[in-house]
């Protein structure tokens, strides 16, 4: 049996904790944490703790079929399978997903729950099926769970051709074929992407090639960070205070270890929750022991004769001694490869249409490639059409499955992608959770709990609307705000709340100016007539632009 859980859904009730505490903690006062391969004589009290669960976020995976087969424990897709489609194509169409990731695979699920008997092929650069990565910077760094358990379970045999651990290098959209690194081409009629993202390097590589210098975004990366930290180093020092920062160090401060966070901003999470709620996070790491440092940058790292990291020079004229550096500088969008393409594409992502379908550089909708995942840049109606891109694990999943449905669907029966953006972190035991688009917010307000005991509830607005709400430790309530959220309600919220707070009135947010990975111009238009009228792009999948925002905005 396999244990998968859906930490956007989960909000901490406990119960399965209860009812099987051999498989399932909670850490601190809500963040659930799990044994992926439990014993099987616990198979019993699983499953009635998978049935109680309130929210249903809980997967089960019986691994001891006949002959090793996958028996998932969730009910059948209710597609007809005998549906073809228009022109036939649910049943002779030839699909490729570029991405064996965690969107990919949910979407060739989804295609196969629609009634998709087709050819279906996934590509990916990775040499491993599809993972979970947030377990990376927790558990798996933490040692609590192995490299293997990150295995994203199924719900179904998809029936797929996968080409693993060969990248793709171009797409011809008129011959309609994928270029392989290995030199061979796959043809399809529709394509996916989803390529995602990869790590910010460190920027100088010299100083990137000494032992010790890390980025954290594989498999790979997590088991030699975490054989590192068992080897007891001197101090860790992180760069950047991103999501993936925060949860390194809170890591290292559970095993003892001691850290240094080196932040360029006023405070840690600015760009994901604002100074006012990313001060409150810098607090909880000082008081759990972190050596906080903001305001500061990493000048240059420094090694010995051998090669070995030794210090790091910072910004502020002050030196830290560490033998692990840990950049989480952000990531890089993977879009080289469909530099040439014709499809707009940039350092900002590919960007689609509410349905997942891609733009071409001319701004026109195409039909046969679509996109979804972190790479995806996308319309919000909610948030003024503005075209965003969400690096979150739910997205990936709910982006995937409207991309599937719209792959087999006539156009009169599409979706559109309008879910609301969630996402989750576990630091020191506290569970962070968000509703929404925090960066998208001009103000905030606590309404719910105490700071003090960080436990509490934030509400964000933005010229007097909810635009999202972050609960730490009070995951709960955050289904009451998602609905404000799609509404518009006023904010501040004018209504009496449980456990409300003695002053919850709104304050600045404290994010940065928006500044849009866009304004430069990226095309050149060439003829005169409207239909010789045309735009090329200048240089699609150049430059270095970070990409640190949970949600990015665009005009």
Same mark, same amino acid.
């Given at each position: ?7 956007t859904?989960?909000?901490g ?16 006062d809500e *963040?659930l944490?799990?044994?992926?391969h =439990?014993?099987?004589?616990q198979? +019993?009290?699983?499953r ?14 019986q ?5 090793? $087969? ?12 005998a549906?073809? @489609?228009?022109n036939g194509?649910?049943?002779? &169409?030839r ?41 990376? $910077? ?20 998809? @029936?797929? +051709?996968? %080409?693993?651990g ?5 797409l011809?959209?008129r011959?309609?074929q994928?270029?392989?690194?290995d ?25 990137? /090639?000494?032992?010790g210098?890390?980025t954290?975004? +594989?498999?790979e990366?997590? $088991? ?24 390194? *160090? ?5 095993? &003892?270890?001691?850290?240094?966070v080196?932040?360029?901003?006023p ?8 100074g ?15 050596d906080?440092?903001?305001?500061? %940058?990493?000048?240059?790292l420094?090694?010995?004769a051998?090669g ?6 910072? $910004?502020?004229? +002050? ?14 969008r ?31 909708v195409?039909?046969?490639? #679509?996109?979804?995942?972190?790479? *995806? %840049?996308?319309?919000? =109606?909610?948030?003024?059409?503005? #075209?965003l891109?969400?690096?979150?694990? @739910? ?21 559109p ?9 576990v ?9 929404g ?8 307000a ?6 003090a ?18 609960? #730490? ?9 998602? =609905?404000l959220?799609?509404? /518009? ?6 209504f ?6 003695a ?6 947010a &404290? #994010?940065?100016?928006a500044?849009?990975p ?7 238009? !060439? ?10 792009? !200048?240089?699609? /999948?150049?430059?270095?632009?970070p ?5 990015? !905005?665009a005009?």
């Amino acid at each position: 049996m396999r244990i998968a859980v859906d930490l956007t859904k989960c909000q901490g009730y406990a119960q399965c904790a209860f009812l099987a505490p051999e498989a399932f903690r909670i850490q601190g006062d809500e *963040a659930l944490t799990y044994d992926p391969h =439990p014993d099987g004589a616990q198979r +019993t009290k699983i499953r009635r703790a998978a049935a109680a669960c309130p929210v249903q976020a809980i997967t089960l995976e019986q691994m001891d079929g006949p002959n090793g $087969s996958q028996h998932p424990d969730t009910r059948p897709g209710t597609a007809d399978p005998a549906g073809d @489609g228009e022109n036939g194509f649910k049943k002779t &169409g030839r699909i490729v997903i570029v991405g064996a990731s965690l969107t990919g695979l949910h979407a060739a699920e989804r295609l196969r729950e629609e009634g998709f008997t087709g050819s279906l092929t996934l590509v990916g650069e990775e040499p491993h099926e599809p993972y979970d990565r947030p377990p990376l $910077s927790k558990q798996l760094l933490a040692g609590s769970m192995r490299s293997a358990d990150t295995s994203l379970p199924r719900r179904r045999d998809i @029936g797929a +051709t996968w %080409r693993l651990g060969v990248a793709a290098t171009g797409l011809d959209l008129r011959a309609k074929q994928v270029h392989l690194a290995d030199g061979s081409r796959i043809e399809f009629d529709k394509l996916l992407i989803a390529t995602g993202l990869r790590s910010r390097p460190w920027p100088n590589p010299g100083e990137a /090639a000494l032992d010790g210098v890390l980025t954290l975004r +594989t498999r790979e990366d997590a $088991s030699k960070l975490r054989q590192i930290l068992a080897g007891r180093p001197r101090r860790v020092l992180v760069i950047g205070a991103g999501f993936i920062g925060c949860e390194v *160090a809170s890591v290292c401060r559970e095993l &003892g270890l001691p850290v240094t966070v080196a932040e360029a901003g006023p405070a840690p999470l600015v760009a994901a929750l604002g100074g006012t709620i990313g001060a409150i996070v810098g607090e909880l790491h000082i008081e759990k022991g972190v050596d906080l440092r903001c305001g500061v %940058r990493v000048i240059s790292l420094e090694g010995d004769a051998t090669g070995q990291l030794r210090q790091a020079v910072l $910004s502020d004229g +002050t030196t830290v001694a560490a033998d692990v550096a840990v950049a989480a500088l952000g990531s890089v969008r993977n879009v080289e490869w469909l530099a040439d393409s014709g499809l707009a594409c940039g350092v900002w992502g590919v960007a689609c249409d509410a349905g997942c379908r891609a733009f071409d550089a001319n701004g026109l909708v195409t039909d046969d490639v #679509f996109v979804a995942g972190d790479i *995806a %840049r996308a319309p919000r =109606p909610m948030y003024g059409y503005q #075209f965003l891109a969400v690096e979150h694990w @739910g997205n990936a999943i709910s982006q995937a499955e409207v991309a599937a449905h719209n792959m087999v669907s006539r156009e009169t029966e599409r979706w559109p992608h309008l879910a609301v953006p969630q996402f989750w972190s576990v630091q020191f035991g506290t569970e962070i959770k968000s509703v929404g688009v925090p960066s998208a917010a001009d103000e905030v307000a606590i309404v719910q709990g105490s700071v003090a005991q960080r436990r509490f509830l934030a509400v964000y607005g933005y010229k007097g609307r909810i635009v999202a709400a972050v609960a #730490f430790n009070q995951n709960k309530w955050l289904e009451f705000y998602e =609905p404000l959220i799609e509404q /518009a309600a006023p904010f501040p919220p004018s209504f009496h709340h449980v456990d409300e707070t003695a002053d919850g009135h709104a304050m600045p947010a &404290g #994010f940065r100016p928006a500044v849009s990975p866009t304004q430069d111009a990226t095309v050149v238009v !060439t003829g005169h007539d409207p239909n010789e009228r045309r735009a090329r792009l !200048t240089n699609p /999948a150049a430059g270095d632009t970070p990409s640190r925002r949970p949600a990015e !905005t665009a005009p």
